[in-house]
């Protein structure tokens, strides 16, 4: 019994250490194509166009070999004002895409894109939330995140209270049942600052 019973823990622990291998298998970014749809979505950005580079973006984990992709990034970190004013535009799918970008982003790139979507905060919270939860694995931390501003108001303590204040503020208006853990999880960190 005791044999039978190794057996079947060995089995089960094999099966657990093989699905967690296939879970962590990095995936391959199609670069040229990612930089194509980026030109195009740059030049007239769209819903559509957005969604086009969403479908190249890897879901749910960060890529840790860029080397291949550094202009790509490079080339969408040059024109990111294009992004940011669709996503403080509400526009959905450029909203996923600003937080899907994490999958690739680093030094520079990924310091811009906390900046830009710690804002979307203020612009519309239920949505930054709903995007957060959606792509939480992307943020091991939300310091950088939520705490964005930081670098702007590093010397002006009251300017750095009031945009603390009013991020928690407009996090707390929003009352979504789904919602209630990260946003709980937000304030505290804001909180922290």
């Given at each position: 019994m005791k044999r039978r019973l190794?057996?079947?823990?060995?089995?089960?622990?094999?099966?657990?250490?093989?699905?967690?291998?296939?879970?962590?298998?990095?995936?391959?970014?199609?670069?040229?194509?990612?930089?194509?749809?980026?030109?195009?979505?740059?030049?007239?950005?769209?819903?559509?166009?957005?969604q086009k580079m969403l479908n190249l973006l890897p879901a749910g984990q960060k890529i840790m070999d860029i080397k291949n992709g550094f202009d790509v990034i490079n080339s969408i970190n040059d024109h990111l004002?294009?992004?940011?004013?669709?996503?403080?535009?509400?526009?959905?799918?450029?909203?996923?895409?600003?937080?899907?970008?994490?999958?690739?982003?680093?030094?520079?790139?990924e310091v811009s894109m906390n900046k830009i979507l710690g804002n979307l905060i203020a612009f519309n919270p239920r949505m930054f939330l709903e995007q957060l939860q959606a792509n939480r694995d992307l943020f091991p931390s939300l310091e950088p995140l939520l705490g964005s501003y930081l670098r702007d108001t590093a010397n002006d303590p009251v300017a750095r209270n009031l945009e603390q204040k009013l991020r928690i503020k407009a996090l707390e208006s929003v009352e979504d049942k789904d919602l209630k853990a990260i946003r709980k999880e937000c304030i505290k960190v804001l909180k922290g600052f």
């Open positions: 190794m057996l079947i823990g060995a089995c089960a622990w094999l099966a657990l250490s093989t699905a967690a291998g296939w879970a962590q298998t990095p995936a391959v970014v199609d670069w040229n194509g990612l930089q194509e749809a980026w030109d195009q979505y740059y030049a007239a950005p769209s819903e559509e166009k957005a004002g294009v992004l940011e004013g669709e996503i403080y535009s509400g526009y959905p799918t450029s909203v996923r895409l600003g937080f899907r970008l994490f999958s690739i982003s680093y030094g520079a790139f």
